[in-house]
């Protein structure tokens, strides 16, 4: 792959969890590309193994439920015989669940026919919530743990979610705000032992598990695409490429070595819009 700039990995032990997606398969390539040792978690034991073979030799797929600790524990043991201990972790796993979604964007007294904030289920919400937060505190448990004497690099996937909660989606919303306060936690408390912590706060991108409510089954934008675009002023949506040299900026010890705690976005803007 291309990419904006190059640094020096070939001492990184990495690992990816939500590997076998479109975004946290990039960001492996582009680590490994850097010569980076990359081992890819994912639920989808398949989707993960297909993207470790497209990277070549300097990537693993491991089927890994990022919820269960002993299904970390025994992708950890796969690294640490293949690679040794890990030094550089990306919490890529999360998501959303229509459980935990609303149909309008705004509650009325005459609101009917449609799920409203009401219908949503307590499972959904739970599930979100472990999805994106559990597990990344589960999987930072495990791996952290081998950074501790000599250092290592953590950064968390946010979402611009964390900064303006978008409507329909309170509990993804309200999840990824957690991941940024955790990210910040974990930045003070593993800063003696050198552990640089990091968020990047991704704005819109198509992916597999938005494409639904970006575009119609005839691939025709949705009013939902035309408000999101309105209020990012560069007007587009983002390349996965776009987050490559900011996941390069925060991996490097060289350039951001007094970098830890922040949340980066990549947004085109829309973080910064006021809307006037």
């Known amino acids: 792959m291309k990419l904006p700039?190059?640094?020096?990995?070939?001492?990184?032990?990495?690992?990816?969890?939500?590997?076998?997606?479109?975004?946290m398969a990039e960001f492996g390539r582009a680590l490994a590309e850097c010569g980076a040792k990359v081992a890819l978690l994912d639920i989808n034991e398949k989707a993960a193994q297909e993207v470790a073979a497209s990277?070549?030799?300097n990537a693993i797929g491991?089927?890994?439920?990022?919820?269960v600790k002993e299904s970390i524990l025994a992708a950890r043991d796969v690294i640490h015989e293949k690679w040794g201990k890990v030094n550089f972790l990306i919490n890529g796993a999360g998501g959303n669940n229509p459980r935990a979604s609303s149909d309008n964007e705004y509650m009325t007294p005459d609101t009917e026919g449609c799920k409203t904030f009401f219908d949503l289920e307590e499972s959904g919400l739970k599930f979100v919530f472990d999805l994106n937060i559990t597990s990344a505190f589960l999987v930072t448990q495990v791996f952290a743990e081998d950074m501790i004497k000599t250092g290592g690099n953590i950064i968390n996937i946010s979402s611009m979610n964390?900064?303006?909660?978008l409507t329909k989606i309170p509990a993804y919303s309200a999840a990824k705000a957690g991941i940024s306060n955790f990210t910040q936690w974990l930045a003070?408390?593993?800063a003696p032992c050198n552990i640089r912590v990091n968020g990047i706060a991704p704005g819109f991108f198509v992916t597999n598990q938005n494409r639904g409510l970006l575009f119609n089954e005839?691939?025709?934008?949705?009013?939902r695409t035309g408000k999101i675009l309105a209020g990012t002023p560069?007007?587009?949506f983002g390349e996965v490429s776009d987050l490559i040299g900011t996941l390069l900026w925060l991996a490097s010890d060289e350039a951001s070595?007094?970098?830890?705690?922040?949340?980066?976005?990549?947004d085109g803007g829309f973080n910064a819009y006021s809307g006037v």
Do not use: M, W
């Not at 700039?5 to 975004?23: A, F, M, N, P, Q």
């Not at 005839?218 to 009013?223: R, V």
């Not at 070595?257 to 990549?266: A, H, L």
């Open 55 to 57: 990277i070549g030799e």
């Open 162 to 165: 964390a900064f303006r909660p």
């Open 188 to 190: 003070v408390h593993f």
């Open 234 to 236: 560069q007007k587009k």
């Open 5 to 23: 700039y190059r640094i020096d990995l070939s001492d990184k032990v990495v690992v990816v969890t939500g590997g076998g997606g479109v975004l």
């Open 62 to 67: 491991i089927g890994t439920n990022c919820l």
């Open 218 to 223: 005839d691939g025709t934008p949705t009013a």
């Open 257 to 266: 070595g007094f970098v830890t705690g922040v949340i980066v976005p990549v």
